[in-house]
């Protein structure tokens, strides 16, 4: 059964760090993973897809990263802001399947 | 509209009574997921739809809830003699091809308490 994992739980930052959230998951089976963000009282807003065949996607100052053998993805944020603080969660698609399946998410404080 | 809409967005319920909570996905979209999300966790899978066939409901956890697409759009999830335990955000996502070789877009959720 695949279980994602994110760590850190919670991250309080000064702005203007940059800074990574870790998600990784067991079954490497995976067909893609998505980084999503999360405020508080609404929905998810998804922020990057990486394809299993994808070793990285960026949008602006966001990059993700994925290394499909071992299991991990990072989420990493330049130049933090504080209109970047909110709960961060990371899901997989499995190939034989089209549900997500999430960690618990990283909630990301940056401080002004 | 442009983008999924759940209704209502929050609904308190006495212990024991139905509910029912509607999503509008996006026009043309042919999958639709509905997720449950209890407080700090992430969302899980509760069912999915492509078109009107409701291709797996494994996630539901329990015979109490019922979902139903019955002309491929709008969606409703039906919850029977609600329990404290099913107290949780309930998130509507829907994608525009089959599966989920695509990105997910989801609604802002209904939020659900049973008293």
């Known amino acids: 059964k695949q279980e994602v994992t994110q760590i850190p739980a919670a991250l309080s930052v000064p702005e203007g760090e940059n800074l990574v959230l870790n998600c990784s998951f067991t079954d490497s089976a995976i067909y893609n993973l998505q980084w999503f963000r999360q405020d508080p009282g609404k929905g998810l807003t998804s922020l990057l897809l990486i394809q299993s065949s994808q070793r990285e996607q960026t949008s602006g100052r966001l990059n993700a990263s994925l290394d499909k053998s071992s299991g991990r993805s990072t989420l990493y944020i330049a130049a933090s802001q504080p209109g970047d603080s909110a709960t961060y969660l990371c899901?997989?698609?499995?190939?034989?399947?089209?549900?997500?399946?999430f960690g618990s998410g990283t909630r990301l404080l940056v401080r002004p | 509209g442009a983008g999924v809409s759940q209704s209502p967005r929050y609904k308190v319920a006495k212990r024991g009574q139905d509910v029912a909570l509607r999503c509008d996905p996006i026009?043309?979209?042919?999958?639709l997921f509905w997720y449950q999300q209890a407080l700090g966790q992430g969302p899980e899978f509760l069912t999915y739809f492509q078109n009107e066939a409701q291709l797996d409901k494994s996630g539901l956890p329990s015979d109490r809830f019922f979902a139903e697409r019955p002309e491929g759009s709008v969606s409703t999830l039906k919850i029977q003699r609600t329990q404290q335990e099913d107290s949780a955000v309930y998130l509507c996502?829907?994608?525009?091809?089959?599966?989920?070789?695509?990105?997910?877009?989801f609604g802002q959720g209904t939020r659900l308490t049973v008293v």
């Open positions: 026009s043309g979209h042919v999958s």
């Open positions: 996502a829907s994608s525009e091809i089959r599966g989920l070789n695509t990105e997910a877009f």
């Open positions: 899901a997989v698609a499995m190939d034989s399947s089209y549900k997500l399946i």
